[in-house]
């Protein structure tokens, strides 16, 4: 069974303060890996779709990078703006439909 | 403007009653989802849609139900038979199985 888990649960930052969140994941073929913002009350925010093991994108203050275990979502000096619940997600490469597994997400609040 | 909606925001549903909830996409995606969120949990499939006239159970497929009359909606109701229904329900859609994009959500309360 597909799995995905996410570190930490919640992380507190100063701004200007960078860090990273982490998704381990476990899947029987890789197709796709997700990254979502997700605000209160509101769908998830489509951030990165990253496919291979090296492969980096980037898109503001956040960088998302990719291994063949894990992922991992860099915050570069972040603003209050950057607060929200960051979701990773996993599809796996199977024929017909892929299905999508998603983790529970790291809740990040960014203090003025 | 491209874009996922879902009606309403909030709904109330009473003992034994089936509510709609409704999912409109002009992306001109294939596929379609539905999910509920919980506190604490990921995101879980309830149906899911990659053509119009077809759909397919997810993981809690149970007291629910879909149509896909349309490329553009997908509506879900919820049943009288879904015993725990409040959650925060989305829609999402995609080209073919690629990423997918979510809507506002609609939010599920019991009277």
């Known amino acids: 069974e597909d799995q995905v888990t996410q570190s930490p649960e919640a992380l507190r930052l100063q701004e200007g303060e960078s860090s990273s969140l982490n998704c381990s994941y476990t899947?029987?073929?890789?197709?796709?890996l997700f990254w979502y913002r997700q605000d209160p009350g509101k769908g998830p925010e489509f951030l990165f779709t990253?496919?291979?093991a090296g492969e980096e994108k980037e898109k503001e203050r956040l960088k998302a990078t990719l291994t063949k275990k894990e992922s991992f979502l860099h915050i570069t000096a972040p603003k209050p703006e950057d607060s929200a619940t960051y979701l990773c997600?996993?599809?796996?490469?199977?024929?017909?439909?892929?299905?999508?597994?998603f983790g529970i997400g790291t809740k990040l609040q960014v203090i003025p | 403007d491209g874009g996922i909606t879902q009606s309403p925001k909030y709904l109330f549903r009473k003992e034994g009653q089936n509510v709609t909830l409704s999912c409109e996409q002009n992306?001109?995606?294939?596929?379609m989802y539905w999910y509920r969120q919980d506190p604490g949990q990921g995101l879980r499939l309830i149906y899911y849609?990659?053509?119009?006239?077809?759909?397919q159970k997810g993981d809690i497929a149970e007291g629910y139900s879909v149509s896909r009359e349309k490329k553009e909606s997908f509506p879900l109701t919820v049943t009288s038979a879904q015993k725990n229904p409040t959650a925060f329900y989305l829609c999402?859609?995609?080209?073919?199985?690629?990423?997918?994009?979510f809507g506002p959500g609609t939010r599920l309360l019991v009277l």
């Open positions: 999402a859609s995609s080209p073919s199985s690629a990423t997918q994009y």
């Open positions: 899947v029987s073929g890789l197709r796709g």
């Open positions: 990253l496919y291979s």
């Open positions: 997600a996993v599809q796996r490469n199977s024929g017909g439909y892929q299905k999508v597994t």
């Open positions: 992306l001109n995606h294939d596929a």
């Open positions: 849609s990659q053509i119009v006239n077809d759909f």
